[in-house]
């Protein structure tokens, strides 16, 4: 097997779903990350649900078994879930977050107040006081209800459903020009967010549907230089309609804005080694490992790009840690026995 | 019409509580077995077919019984043998006599939405219903026939608009009913495409009618009465032609702030909501936004398609329900004052149903305990989809939440009678009492099947009142009173109108349970402004109250 050929592989395992004969724990956890990543929440709790068959006391395969079934609307055996959690391992904010948030459902709002309070100020949870203040104002507390949603749309600049509550915050204490204001914030963003979904959607036809010159004009309505959700987007479109070369100006400038962005650094990493350009990969596929560790995706890719690039002292522990979170990559698996044999060699 | 994905907030631990409400599908019996014919049988080609239409209590003829007005569609193909609106005369024993022909009211077409009130003010109730191409004013002439008078009273539009919510409304107070008229969408069978012909009109994978999103949307139109029989265009001078185009559906009027001035409510699909606030000088602002009922608690629009007005709090202020597609809930807003309103869909125990499009939908206390129940009728808009995903029925049962009181409600699956599962694909509803025994029967459209009659048969010993109001100064239909009664700690205000639920008009007699108190006082603000106070009236009877002369009339009736 070629470098190329055992890396193209390798990706297109990667983005596969791949089926492990015989899955541990961790291959299950793996996997359930990945469906979660993709919001299959169903799928991914029944990922979790056969991890914790093989390791019941597992914390982490119970704690994202939980936060699937709060995203499912399971409320009642998400907070079962969390609270086994929290007895086998002490209080954490991550816990009290998503009790504090099931709470709110279901109208505890005292409870809710308290819990939200606790993980209010922590920001790893930045819309933890819009929950807090949407807490406040239907318990009738309607001060720190703006409290909180004033300080909610601090966090959360751009999420028109938070300055539309604040506004509604606002109407309900008779201050007028105050709700005034965020109508107005709220209207624009909603504006924009519908706008959004149509340019994806007009995009997406065009690059499948037209010439790549037409299509680049099309989808060029949705190049926002300082929005680098909206630039990844765009990536990701060009990117799933082939357009690798487009695809890698809105990445580069996503991921300059947003440092932090997993997805911005994924999809340039994707990108460069769609186009083979593999030193041009390492680094921001290095960059969406050290965020996100645990998702199969890059973790395989970074691995792909080190093989390719002959680091294979490097790629060889990538790629076992890439075939322990998939064991069912016959691929990976091959690559590794391939490399595991030559280190023997030497 | 779109769903948002909403998944429902898990159920709770029923109540056990007994609920002393029990419904029976008396429409075959009651002579009441025309199907409505609303487009091909098994699938809606275009969104014109898949809308329905409403149903109205009325008393067209006087008589102290409450008859049954019910509207009819077409089909595409040409005329369709015995498609019809139909006015079904009550009998006085529980049956009714289809008296259409010889009322005059014979009419085959696209009828959407009816709106009854007297705008002559001869002491006889008209009926207004909205239509595609063309909207028509029945005019009663108090001899058991209606004359079309659509022409002379200045009604006849221009070209072809598809009219849906319509509402009788004296928004100026001058004691003459005027008329507002929402709009759906541009509509023509020639140059919209058919489910299947367009590829980006589908719903699950599936073909299905086009719009209303990618359709042209509409404003509404208010008609000013001359007092003469006629009637003037002034949507513009009013400010309600200054709104943006809508997909509007349900209109009401109501006096929702207290200030004495009417304001006019319209539910929009797949676009926000309109709240028509009158100034006092014959202007009108939109303020749906502003207000809270534009669009739900996360800001964003919802399907709107039915609309209920009551006091489900009983705080003596007028509440809304607003119904919507599936995978969403139904949206309930309570009312805190000066035109304000806050979404407690899911305070109240409303999230836990978003299995069904759900359309006419009504605030009513159905067990006579003095908490005003929820009760909503469903039915899908794509009968195609069941056949590829049968978790999608063309056919659903009816919904009923009842009031626990401190604002929460709870969903009776079972134990408030069969006709509550019973599967249709229903539209408009009207709330009334046909049979006079003190409790609120429902009258239902079916989609091309016989309407439903939904008797409510209430045990126990709870008590009730019921006021028809008659205006002298203000408009005599009273439409645009609102009468707080006042009963054991409680105080809950209704209003009435002309409108309601989906495309429909309930039961212009006011309906209140009192639960185990025996006496209630009313608080009357007439439409013209006036104010009246009655005290210590008895339970147990319909009392009638003249503008300025307090009660003219009692009638005991019962079980």
Known sequence: MTRIAAAALAMVMALAQAQAQKPGAEAHLGKGSQLMKQQLFDEAAGEFEKALEITPEDPQARFQHAVCLFALGRNDEARTEFERVRNGRGESHYITYYLGQLDLLSNDYASAIKRLSEVAEDPAFPDAPFHLGSAYISSGDVENGIRWLERAVKLQPNDYRVHYRLARAYSTAGRQPDAGREYGIYTRLLREHKGTETQVRDCSDALRARPLADAQVVCHRMFDPNDPEKLTLLGQLYGDGGAFEQALDPLQRAAQLDPNSYEAWHNLGLTYFRLQRYKDARVPLEKAVALHPETYDSVVMLGATLYMLGDDAAALPVLEHAHRLNPGDAQTEAVVKKLRAEFTKK | MASRGVRPQPRGKPSGLPFHAHFTDVATHAGLRAPVIYGPKDRMDYILESMGCGVAFLDYDNDGWLDIFVLSGTRREGPVEGATNRLYKNNRDGTFTDVTAKAGLVQQGWAFGVTVGDYNNDGFEDLFISGWPQDILYRNNGNGTFTDVTKEAGLLHAGSRWGTGCTWVD???????????????????????????????????????????????????????????????????????????????????????????????????????????????????????????????DGREQAGMGIAIGDFDTDGMLDVLKTHFSEDTVTLYRNTGHLNFDDVTLRAGLGVETRFVSWGDGIADLDNDGLPDIFWVTGSTFPEVERKHPEFPHKTPRVLFRNLGGGRFEELLEGAGEAIAEVHASRGLAFGDFDNDGDMDILIMNINEPPSLLRNDVSGSAHWLKVKLVGTHSNKSAIGAVVTAVYGGRRQSQAVMASSGYLSCNDRRLHFGLGAVATADLEIAWPNGGRETLKGLPADRLITVKEGAGVVGEERFGR
């Open chain 2, 171 to 297: 928004y100026d107070r001058d004691g003459h009913l005027d008329l507002f008229v929402s709009h759906y969408l541009v509509f023509d069978f020639d140059k919209i495409p058919p489910a299947g012909k367009n590829p980006n009109c589908d719903f699950k994978g599936v073909p299905v009618n086009c719009g209303p999103r990618g359709l042209v949307g509409e404003r509404p139109t208010l008609y000013h009465n001359n007092g003469d029989g006629t009637f003037t265009d002034v949507t513009e001078h009013s400010g309600i032609g200054a709104v943006p185009p809508a997909y509007g559906l349900t209109a009401v009027a109501a006096d929702m702030d207290g200030d004495g001035w009417q304001e006019i409510y319209v539910a929009c699909d797949s676009t926000p909501s309109q709240l028509f606030h009158h100034r006092g000088d014959g202007k009108f602002d939109e303020v749906g936004l502003e207000s809270g009922l534009a669009v739900n608690q």
